[in-house]
């Protein structure tokens, strides 16, 4: 018999494979283990790990010694520019919840989450959800309700992640007023927040390690919009910083009024206002708010003013600080 005629199988289990189609598939695999591990490494190499970090200060009553804010489902939106491969856009979930203090975040900032997004991605909006809020006035803790559970900031300026050193860093700066008069122990959170994208470099350091705190450089106070120094101690009233602005959709509540609807076409939001002096009311009176209407009251410093409204159904309210005025709401 001769052997040019011979074929060797190669036995696997119980499939009998020609010795050269067998090779044949041991290199195709190979092949393709060193393609996916090629491709996986860029796509890994080509991302970045963002900090999301969070500032203060609050406007809180007098005597306020805490403000805890328990937080969770942190997430970034990012659109992605450029061509590469594995750019995408959509909501990245960033890994990290608990409880922050903010009345200690004056002139701080503190990791609160990690999210890990493509190469060349643009961070335009952030958002978390607010599960618990407590307050601590004179060694007296007062739970502290917020009508909007889930908190969407947009990042204002470029919000393009250059680096693995970066961080979405978010100035959330509520204000928590006293329902019904000081004394009587029921404690409401207006929540207000804008957000700025920050790159490290020589002056800004950012720690992605989830508790860590950095105080703010001077630098990124520039880019927030704030003041060198502003806020106060916590040992009393602090001022909410001037032309602050929130986004509020149908379901969501700024200072005393929950928007039920936003209308482009006519330029009005519609929904509930609510009496907070001189006595609290629970139940709120039928109102429309056209661009220049404002809510709230000035005595607390919670007064905003409608300044746009979007053809996404959001409205845009414009903080007018009053802080001239605090302390005279009437009890």
């Given at each position: 018999m001769g052997y040019k005629n011979i074929f060797l199988h190669l036995i696997i289990g119980d499939v009998a494979v020609d010795s050269k189609l067998a090779l044949g598939v041991i290199v195709l695999a190979v092949i393709v283990?060193?393609?996916?591990?090629?491709?996986?490494?860029?796509?890994?190499?080509?991302?970045?790990?963002?900090?999301?970090?969070?500032?203060?200060?609050?406007?809180?009553?007098?005597?306020?010694?805490?403000?805890?804010?328990?937080?969770?489902?942190?997430?970034?939106?990012?659109?992605?520019?450029?061509?590469?491969?594995?750019?995408?856009?959509?909501?990245?979930?960033?890994?990290?919840?608990?409880?922050?203090?903010?009345?200690?975040?004056?002139?701080?900032?503190?990791?609160?989450?990690?999210?890990?997004?493509t190469a060349n991605a643009v961070i335009n909006v952030v958002r978390f959800n607010i599960t618990s809020a407590k307050i601590v006035i004179n060694g007296t803790t007062y739970n502290v309700s917020s009508p909007n559970s889930q908190i969407t900031v947009a990042v204002t300026g470029s919000g393009k992640i250059n680096s693995n050193a970066s961080s979405v860093l978010i100035d959330f700066y509520p204000t928590v007023t006293a329902r019904g008069g000081a004394t009587a122990g029921s404690y409401m959170l207006v929540p207000a927040a804008r957000a700025v994208v920050v790159n490290g470099n020589a002056t800004v350091s950012i720690n992605t390690n989830i508790g860590s705190t950095a105080a703010i450089s001077g630098s990124v106070k520039a880019k927030l919009g704030l003041g060198i120094g502003i806020g106060g101690s916590g040992s009393g009233n602090t001022t909410t910083s001037a032309n602050s602005t929130v986004e509020v959709r149908a379901g969501q509540r700024v200072s005393n009024f929950m928007a039920e609807s936003v209308n482009y076409s006519s330029g009005t939001v519609s929904g509930l206002l609510y009496i907070e002096y001189p006595v609290a009311r629970n139940v709120g009176t039928n109102t429309t708010l056209h661009v220049n209407s404002t809510i709230g009251y000035a005595c607390d410093n919670t007064q905003f003013k409608l300044e746009s409204i979007y053809s996404n159904s959001t409205a845009l309210f414009v903080h007018i600080n009053n802080t001239a005025t605090i302390g005279g709401c009437p009890i």
């Open positions: 283990l060193a393609l996916t591990y090629v491709v996986s490494s860029d796509v890994f190499a080509s991302g970045s790990n963002v900090a999301v970090q969070m500032t203060d200060p609050p406007s809180v009553p007098s005597g306020t010694q805490q403000l805890l804010i328990s937080y969770s489902s942190v997430q970034v939106h990012t659109e992605s520019i450029g061509n590469l491969s594995g750019n995408q856009s959509g909501w990245v979930t960033a890994s990290g919840s608990g409880t922050v203090n903010l009345v200690a975040l004056t002139n701080v900032s503190q990791t609160i989450a990690n999210a890990h997004v």
